[in-house]
């Protein structure tokens, strides 16, 4: 199937789901990073400024610490994401969906210079477009995906219809996909749920509301 | 049993394991979670979701569950390590023990850096002129007068403000160029290769031609040192990019994906001991070897025992102990 999701499997014998993030929203949480880097690195040269020519020292090793390490250290102790991301609701993991460990995210973010290569992240794209997870090269050699910061949606009642069995058993898939449609139809036009329904085919029959025949099953598959 | 039920039955449950998540986050409550039944919980809510997933109920529950589960996950799973408790260990034993089991590679660097190096101080001293293959005329004058004898101070530095200065340029500079040597391993080794050769050759064309003019005292003195510090350093830089590039050249049994993550966590392993190094050479270069007075025979004495020091350490330190 086509899709981000990332299934992982745990020892607890079930799977969990990881939404991956695509090469765009990461762009903007890099652009976001960037940015502030270089608001910090203004404000530091300011404060070096005061100190004259005994800041320069210091102020360069800041600097050093600045370029290599502002993603690791965010990445380690703010829940895997840098500002940027933590705007964009990404962050880091390893693929096995654990926190992003020490080593990977050094590895992952010296790799970066490589990512840059041969100009403008031309290789990091390239990878992230080529590979199943949306891996940049640092992503690859660390372990690690971009991952969507997900948080508990609150669950839309399902209209109120009367249930409906439905004309033959439905399978697994076939059972998420009403309920699924369920769940989203106050999303939906009723001229836009209707033209969706009539896709179930022989589910809805002839039906001139099929949604209301779709919502029915689900009620009936759910309450 | 419908989903309503169902969810009357473990709504609750599901609601304490949310809020013991919330509470778990804030700091020196480790060791609570490892007595209570926080264990027991979490298994309950995997077990849950599996059951939500099989049956076929609402995508809307199954991701909820879904995200309790991997909160709970990264909580149960994510490393609890004492970060300087790992360093300790490192640098007492684990790092060498790494370097030793890793000393192929170890070596193939070295060598690429080292023969080069040597190579050109001798070629140097009987062919001078060919040191303009390799230096322009301005860098030439520029390190002619860094390291001429009439000076107070050896090398760049010349009063304690430089000195802090060239402090934090050889961390910014030395250390960025121990980073470059290893990301660009990635590339099937070629960039490690390149740039510990290219290191080998600049070097060796520095020290030669210095020699060569008579600055003797003067320069070997001021490297003397760090020298063991900084070379090692790079070298082993060098071994930690090889080591990626090598897991992409022969993958062995493994995909080369999977080969290159595993040559990763150790490479970054021996980048980490490298990086110290260079970065205890920076100290050393910009607050001892810089110092004019102290006597030629002292400072060539102090560089010879680091590098007998580190042999040492490299070849006995953390023996029998697991390199990981």
Sequence with gaps: ?223 | MNQNAFETGHGAAWQAFDARLKSLRRKGEEREQAAGDWPRQYRQVTHDLALAQSRAYSPELVDRLNLLALRGHQRFYGSRGNLLAAVIEFIGGGFPALVRRESLVVWIAAALLFIPMFGMIALLQHFPEFVHYLLTPDQLRSYEGMYNPANQALGPSHSAESQTMMWGYYIKHNVGIDFQCFATGLFFGIGSVFYLLFNGMQIGAVAGYLTQQGYIQTFWGFVAGHSAWELIGAAISGAAGLKLGWALVSPGQLTRGAALKESAKVAVRLLYGAAGMTLCAAFIEAFWSSIGSTPFALKIGVGLTFWALFIAYFLFAGRGRNAD
């Design chain 1, 1 to 223: 199937m086509l899709d981000t999701l990332r299934r992982v499997p745990t020892p607890e014998g079930i799977e969990l789901s990881l939404r991956l993030a695509g090469p765009v929203p990461r762009a903007y949480a890099f652009a976001t990073d960037l940015l502030i880097r270089g608001a910090i690195l203004l404000a530091l040269i300011q404060v070096v400024a005061i100190f004259g020519r005994s800041g320069t020292g210091p102020g360069l090793i800041l600097f050093f610490l600045l370029e290599w390490f502002y993603p690791v250290a965010f990445e380690i102790w703010w829940n895997g994401a840098t500002p940027g991301k933590r705007a964009f609701s990404l962050m880091v993991v390893n693929d096995n969906g654990t926190p992003v460990t020490v080593g990977a995210s050094v590895t992952r973010n010296l790799l970066r210079i490589v990512d840059f290569l041969p100009m403008l992240w031309a290789f990091g794209l390239i990878s992230m477009l080529f590979s199943r997870d949306f891996k940049r090269l640092g992503d690859l050699a660390a372990g690690t995906v971009v991952v969507y910061r997900d948080r508990v949606r609150m669950r839309g009642a399902l209209p109120d219809v009367p249930p409906l069995m439905p004309a033959f058993p439905l399978s697994l898939a076939e059972r998420r996909a009403v309920l699924n449609f369920a769940e989203r139809h106050a999303l939906l036009t009723e001229e836009r749920a209707d033209e969706v329904a009539s896709h179930a085919g022989p589910l809805v029959g002839n039906n001139r509301v099929p949604a209301r025949v779709i919502l029915g099953i689900a009620r009936h598959h759910n309450k």
